[in-house]
């Protein structure tokens, strides 16, 4: 296997034997495979639209629910994986009949492939995989945009859930994964990477408006950490669907729900407010779900990707369920819902039942909330802030959280910042700080959370109208400095849409990618001045200074 995707990949360079993930390497190879065969089926679609054979939306659907399978902590089952590849296949197979008679110039290999022999596919997959590119700057442009599509991918397929599905999303989607088929020049493969930030940007505001559509703007809200004394069921992931269909199902069953990760946002959106049962946030980060699992004793329900391997000592393998793009050996899966009608969550509900009430392992608020829409109300009362130099400076914190030590870094950056900070953030990087009392400038909370990692739209919007509020002619003329943490995909397709609006001075840790090669590296620090993070009080005072 050789798989570099993430931030914790081994050395820094990629994983050879075993992922730091916990993914095997006949995992890693079947998810190479089914990347290969997703190619295929973008060069088929694209080639189809120029010969005047539409099936952009049909193939763009699939093609994204396919990436997104492959993102880290999504899909840790062989099986599972060769399902995804067979249904590829078959799929190639329907799109080439299509529109063989039609296409001139002829078909790649890479959208010819077939096998229903599946003892091949661990051989056929060692030949496509990330090293079949030999040149490094090709073979890091080429899996930088593939990186980013996956991060696309999810927050499109998050968007289509709740109905809101853009084609132009599709078409690049489909056009910029055939085009890592295809000999281009350097600057070909620059320019598809820098419209992959385009595109992160246009499909953040879809899922910022099918949630808001459907569930309301999130507003300031005060989120218990404590439990209840009923039974439970912690709901982790980012689905917002799965979570509004878990609260109609459990209503009035005596079974409590608690978020847990990146679902603690839902807890900020007025449509789940009036659902009494919804108590509140429960444990962490992702990372330290064989801890929060455990002790919370009720049924857990992953809905997107975030689940790590369960350790052999942990009890709660028996009382957690996958639904979604999410597989795990040995787990029960929840089907997806048919048309019109809701998925069935009894199966959970019925384990919860039987469970004690979770171990309160702490108490108290978190306060969250500051979504564009929020803050923007507040704006007035910001740039008075900001004008009278109350506010001196917003540091935006937003993206991954992860297991290593050195992310403390976060945490004592967020301590030391001067109290006349604001920390914007977004994604389970809060986790990190948003439990300090960091206390408030004028009644506004030094720790505006906007929500989830698709959240980062959000800032970028209160970022632009602050702009044009104080009349500057860039974001860059702000008081503003990013600090980001990065650890998967997603946090790669938000990075490219920072630096599709020329965001500058961008610092990134705590390691730099391993997929970006020297030669990439220099091109975007030569254009952006993205660099790694250092020293907290070396990166405050830089920070501070406008550096």
Request: with cysteine.
């Given at each position: 296997?050789?798989?570099?995707?993430?931030?914790?990949?081994?050395?820094?360079?990629?994983?050879?034997?075993?992922?730091?993930?916990?993914?095997?390497?006949?995992?890693?190879?079947?998810?190479?495979?089914?990347?290969?065969?997703?190619?295929?089926?973008?060069?088929?679609?694209?080639?189809?639209?120029?010969?005047?054979?539409?099936?952009?939306?049909?193939?763009?659907?699939?093609?994204?629910?396919?990436?997104?399978?492959?993102?880290?902590?999504?899909?840790?089952?062989?099986?599972?994986?060769?399902?995804?590849?067979?249904?590829?296949?078959?799929?190639?197979?329907?799109?080439?009949?299509?529109?063989?008679?039609?296409?001139?110039?002829?078909l790649d290999d890479s959208a010819l492939w077939f096998?229903?022999?599946?003892?091949?596919?661990?051989?056929?997959?060692?030949?496509?995989?990330?090293?079949?590119?030999?040149?490094?700057?090709?073979?890091?442009?080429?899996?930088?945009?593939?990186?980013?599509?996956?991060?696309?991918?999810?927050?499109?397929?998050?968007?289509?859930?709740?109905?809101?599905?853009?084609?132009?999303?599709?078409?690049?989607?489909?056009?910029?994964?055939?085009?890592?088929?295809?000999?281009?020049?350097?600057?070909?493969?620059?320019?598809?990477?820098?419209?992959?930030?385009?595109?992160?940007?246009?499909?953040?505001?879809?899922?910022?408006?099918?949630?808001?559509?459907?569930?309301?703007?999130?507003?300031?809200?005060?989120?218990?950490?404590?439990?209840?004394?009923?039974?439970?069921?912690?709901?982790?992931?980012?689905?917002?669907?799965?979570?509004?269909?878990?609260?109609?199902?459990?209503?009035?069953?005596?079974?409590?729900?608690?978020?847990?990760?990146?679902?603690?946002?839902?807890?900020?959106?007025?449509?789940?407010?009036?659902?009494?049962?919804?108590?509140?946030?429960?444990?962490?980060?992702?990372?330290?779900?064989?801890?929060?699992?455990?002790?919370?004793?009720?049924?857990?329900?992953?809905?997107?990707?975030?689940?790590?391997?369960?350790?052999?000592?942990?009890?709660?393998?028996?009382?957690?369920?996958?639904?979604?793009?999410?597989?795990?050996?040995?787990?029960?899966?929840?089907?997806?819902?048919?048309?019109?009608?809701?998925?069935?969550?009894?199966?959970?509900?019925?384990?919860?039942?039987?469970?004690?009430?979770?171990?309160?392992?702490?108490?108290?608020?978190?306060?969250?909330?500051?979504?564009?829409?929020?803050?923007?109300?507040?704006?007035?009362?910001?740039?008075?802030?900001?004008?009278?130099?109350?506010?001196?400076?917003?540091?935006?914190?937003?993206?991954?959280?992860?297991?290593?030590?050195?992310?403390?870094?976060?945490?004592?950056?967020?301590?030391?910042?001067?109290?006349?900070?604001?920390?914007?953030?977004?994604g389970c990087a809060k986790y990190r700080y948003n439990?300090?009392?960091?206390?408030?400038?004028?009644?506004?909370?030094?720790?505006?959370?906007?929500?989830?990692?698709?959240?980062?739209?959000?800032?970028?919007?209160?970022?632009?109208?602050?702009?044009?509020?104080?009349?500057?002619?860039?974001?860059?003329?702000?008081?503003?400095?990013?600090?980001?943490?990065?650890?998967?995909?997603?946090?790669?397709?938000?990075?490219?849409?920072?630096?599709?609006?020329?965001?500058?001075?961008?610092?990134?840790?705590?390691?730099?990618?391993?997929?970006?090669?020297?030669?990439?590296?220099?091109?975007?620090?030569?254009?952006?001045?993205?660099?790694?993070?250092?020293?907290?009080?070396?990166?405050?005072?830089?920070?501070?200074?406008?550096?």
């Open positions: 296997m050789f798989c570099f995707q993430c931030q914790e990949t081994a050395k820094g360079t990629g994983c050879t034997v075993k992922g730091v993930c916990g993914k095997e390497d006949t995992t890693a190879n079947l998810q190479d495979l089914l990347i290969f065969n997703l190619k295929g089926i973008a060069v088929l679609a694209t080639k189809g639209k120029v010969a005047g054979i539409d099936v952009l939306k049909e193939a763009g659907h699939f093609v994204t629910q396919g990436l997104f399978t492959t993102i880290t902590n999504v899909n840790f089952n062989d099986a599972n994986l060769i399902q995804w590849i067979k249904k590829a296949q078959e799929y190639k197979k329907s799109l080439r009949s299509k529109i063989e008679q039609k296409v001139t110039g002829g096998s229903d022999d599946e003892a091949t596919y661990q051989t056929k997959a060692k030949t496509v995989g990330v090293l079949a590119t030999e040149n490094e700057d090709v073979r890091s442009l080429r899996q930088l945009l593939i990186i980013g599509l996956k991060g696309i991918s999810a927050y499109a397929d998050h968007a289509a859930i709740l109905g809101v599905e853009k084609e132009e999303i599709y078409a690049f989607i489909l056009g910029s994964l055939a085009s890592t088929t295809e000999n281009l020049t350097v600057d070909q493969m620059v320019g598809w990477v820098l419209k992959a930030g385009e595109c992160a940007v246009t499909t953040m505001a879809a899922l910022d408006q099918a949630n808001t559509t459907a569930y309301g703007n999130p507003e300031i809200t005060e989120v218990n950490i404590g439990v209840g004394k009923n039974p439970g069921i912690l709901i982790s992931g980012h689905d917002l669907k799965d979570m509004d269909e878990l609260l109609k199902q459990t209503e009035g069953t005596g079974v409590d729900v608690y978020t847990h990760g990146e679902m603690l946002p839902a807890n900020y959106y007025p449509a789940f407010k009036k659902y009494s049962h919804l108590k509140g946030n429960y444990g962490s980060s992702w990372w330290k779900q064989n801890e929060d699992f455990e002790t919370f004793n009720g049924a857990i329900l992953m809905t997107t990707n975030c689940i790590i391997p369960i350790k052999s000592k942990n009890t709660y393998q028996n009382r957690i369920f996958t639904t979604g793009v999410v597989s795990y050996p040995g787990l029960t899966h929840i089907a997806d819902r048919e048309p019109g009608k809701a998925k069935d969550f009894s199966a959970v509900i019925e384990v919860a039942k039987k469970c004690t009430p979770p171990q309160e392992i702490e108490t108290g608020k978190i306060v969250g909330g500051f979504a564009h829409h929020q803050v923007l109300a507040l704006a007035d009362k910001v740039i008075e802030a900001v004008k009278s130099g109350a506010i001196k400076r917003f540091i935006v914190m937003a993206g991954c959280d992860g297991r290593q030590k050195n992310r403390a870094y976060f945490t004592e950056v967020a301590e030391k910042l001067p109290k006349d900070t604001i920390i914007l953030t977004a439990k300090l009392n960091l206390g408030d400038i004028g009644g506004i909370p030094r720790v505006l959370d906007a929500g989830q990692c698709n959240d980062c739209y959000s800032l970028a919007v209160i970022a632009m109208k602050l702009r044009d509020a104080f009349g500057l002619a860039h974001i860059n003329d702000l008081p503003l400095s990013f600090d980001i943490g990065w650890y998967e995909q997603k946090a790669v397709a938000v990075l490219l849409a920072l630096l599709h609006l020329q965001i500058k001075g961008i610092r990134l840790g705590p390691t730099l990618p391993g997929f970006v090669s020297p030669g990439v590296l220099k091109v975007l620090v030569e254009n952006f001045d993205i660099k790694l993070i250092g020293e907290a009080e070396a990166d405050i005072q830089a920070m501070m200074a406008g550096r």
